[in-house]
């Protein structure tokens, strides 16, 4: 199964193609089911088609579609008002997407400073190992070499220091640092999980200097570690965060959340967006939220999570040649692998799983977080069959 040659070479895809997708399984034409595992990278946080989006969607399509940011839209207002009454936040602007999200972000942190009579203050220090998008300023961010080389001169502003060196933090500060910006568990680097009480370390850090904390829960956001928000595991209260990915279960949405002080400098006219808060987004954003803040729902994500955990931690007791270690919080977990997490991936892919690739040679588990005790018994076998094969070739070419 070729591509037609007409797209952009720049994703190496599987020679794989979905006709349709029920809850945690995805269907090709021709009738193979495959376990989504990957979820779209975090996306599909309900799972496919999930009869409340589709009800929210459909309904919604057949009354309004866009009216632009000109207008009132009452979906945002409710979807705001509901993020707020869930999180440190009291405004947010609506985006399509997760680099739309740190754009407004950055741009959010760069302008409380410019506001404060401080417009030397733009500076951000981010983390190696950063994932924040594909856009000029967020490859900028995210700081890995791979993106930006070819891209013109990197984005001025960002300095980045070894992935959780506190001691590099703190040389890095200077009077022109505007903000601390970093995933609460890095998800393309590796889910790498930050140090016990390092988000508090950096808060103290940012109150001391007068810099805003920044967090990138586009991933990590919208019910994927077991709360709302990954920073709700800790006592740390941020002044901005972005998100997108689960919001939209699937629809491309994403937002800046922000505290009053923070959102500030952001007047009429400074930012804006043609298509974020557009009513389908919000229809499907709220119906998400409909669910994910449903009693119960994340303390199933937590108790899932650790099933999930205990059976690869099984599989690579049993398999140490192939997995060296498991990582992750709720429903974000990581193989640490011992061979090429490519391989290991294929050889899932084999078993009809579908999981995603990561840095720090990881392959990430990022299941619908609807997904049930049997998927994710489905998923540890299917995960051990893989295991179990590439254990043997590794013997058999000893
Ligand atoms: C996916 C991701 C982004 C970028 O989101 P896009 O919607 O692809 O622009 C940014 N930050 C993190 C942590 C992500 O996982």
Known sequence: MMNSGALFETFARAPLAFERGEGCWLITAG?????????????????????????????????????????????????????????????????????????????????????????????????????????????????????????????????????????????????????????????????????QGGLAAL????????????????????GRTGKLFAYQWTDVEPDIVAIAKGIGGGFPMGACLATDAAAAGMTAGTHGTTFGGNPLAMAVGNAVLDVVLSDGFLDEVSRKGLLLKQGLAAVADDFPQVVEGIRGVGLMAGLKCRMPNIDVNKALRGQHLLAAPAGDNVVRLLPPLIADDDEIRIAVDRIRAAAANLAAAIDNAA
């Not at 417009?119 to 950063?130: K, L, M, S, V």
């Open 31 to 195: 009738g193979e089911r495959y376990l989504d595992f990957a979820g779209g990278i975090a996306v599909n946080s309900l799972g496919h088609c999930h009869p409340h989006l589709v009800a929210a969607l459909t309904e919604q399509a057949g009354k309004l579609w866009h009216v632009s940011n000109l207008y009132n839209v009452p979906g945002q207002e409710r979807l705001a008002e509901r993020l707020v009454q869930n999180s440190f936040a009291d405004r947010v602007f609506f985006t399509n997407s997760g680099a739309e999200a740190l754009e407004c972000a950055i741009k959010t942190a760069r302008r409380y400073h410019y506001t404060n009579g401080h417009p030397e203050r733009f500076r951000i220090i981010t983390f190696e190992g950063a994932f924040h998008g594909r856009t000029l300023a967020t490859i900028a961010a995210g700081g890995q070499k791979k993106y930006m080389e070819g891209f013109g001169p990197k984005v001025e502003g960002f300095d980045q220091v070894p992935f959780f060196d506190l001691d590099a933090v703190k040389a890095a500060i200077t009077p022109e640092t505007a903000a601390i910006l970093i995933e609460p568990l890095q998800g393309e680097g590796g889910i790498r999980e930050l140090p």
């Open 203 to 222: 808060r103290k850090l940012c109150d001391e200097h007068g810099l805003l904390l920044v967090l990138d829960e586009v991933q990590t956001g919208v």
